[in-house]
């Protein structure tokens, strides 16, 4: 496993050379993970022979798992080491319309996150003007996504209960694995065939700013509103997604199907 996970890290090393050495050892780990080559429960050597064995310093694994216990993919037990925890490690979420960029170009593979809630609505708000009239009301998600283990995000998605009922009955872990649109597909629920994003600058929320900044004791902190409206090919809306993004060193792709 040492030398897989060695040989994995040296790539990412290579291939994304201004990302933090701590981020590409974490993503090398997931992997592993992730193939079933670290297997659930399965104990890591201790930090001095990962160190002895991999292309960085003992900072940077330390860094590493530390991150990887804060996420729920390790576990400590007291003087026994660290295991692999159980439960779906999968962290490359991909998302159709946009996407985040590492300051070093590289596009960003994991996020993690987390569901906050999750409701039927059938009260009126702004999500039914633009999703339209729909008599059995709405799913209603909001999640805090940390986007490549660096920085938070808030995200509320609404979605036509009439299409996304079933969503209410998915097993809270698959809803912070996968996005929600690719889930809907795959079940044959809808097919999506078009993605509007809007950006605007916007002075972050209170409530949103202190849930995803250390320190949102400063007044009303800059960022960044991102609302992504979901179609179907007869344009009918079928998602309403609202990001709250701080601001960051990262950029946003937005991707643009030209017709």
């Known amino acids: 496993m040492l030398s897989l996970l060695a040989e994995r890290t040296s790539q990412l090393l290579q291939s994304s050379p201004r ?67 159980t439960g779906d490690h999968r962290r490359e979420i991909t998302t159709p319309a946009f996407h985040f960029v590492r300051p070093d170009g590289t596009r ?17 708000g702004q999500w039914r ?4 009239d729909c008599d059995s009301g709405y799913v209603h998600l909001v999640r805090q996504d940390r986007i490549d283990g660096t920085f938070d995000c808030h ?6 209960f009439d299409i996304a009922a079933s969503l209410m009955d998915v097993a809270a872990e698959a809803l912070e694995h996968d ?31 202190h849930s995803i900044l ?6 009303s902190p800059w960022g960044i509103r991102l609302e992504t409206l979901y179609r179907r090919e007869d344009g009918t809306p079928v998602a309403w997604q609202v990001m709250h993004i701080p601001v960051n060193a990262y950029s946003l792709s937005l991707n643009t199907l030209l017709r």
């Open 179 to 209: 996005s929600i649109l690719p889930l809907l597909e795959t079940s044959g629920r809808i097919a999506l065939s078009q993605a509007e994003n809007r950006l605007r600058m916007v002075r972050l929320p209170k409530a949103i700013a």
């Open 214 to 219: 250390a320190d949102a004791d400063a007044p």
């Open 19 to 85: 990302t933090p050495k701590y981020l590409c050892l974490r993503d090398a780990i997931i992997e592993l993970i992730v193939e079933g080559v670290l297997a659930e429960g399965a104990r890591l050597p201790t930090e001095q022979e990962l160190a002895q064995a991999l292309p960085v310093s003992l900072g940077t694994v330390q860094k590493a798992l530390r991150v990887l216990v804060d996420s729920g993919e390790l576990h400590r037990r007291r003087r026994l080491g660290t295991f692999v925890s």
């Open 155 to 160: 995200t509320e998605i609404h979605l036509r």
């Open 129 to 132: 003007d633009v999703l339209g």
């Open 108 to 124: 960003v593979r994991m996020v993690f996150i987390r569901l906050k809630k999750r409701e039927r609505v059938q009260r009126p």
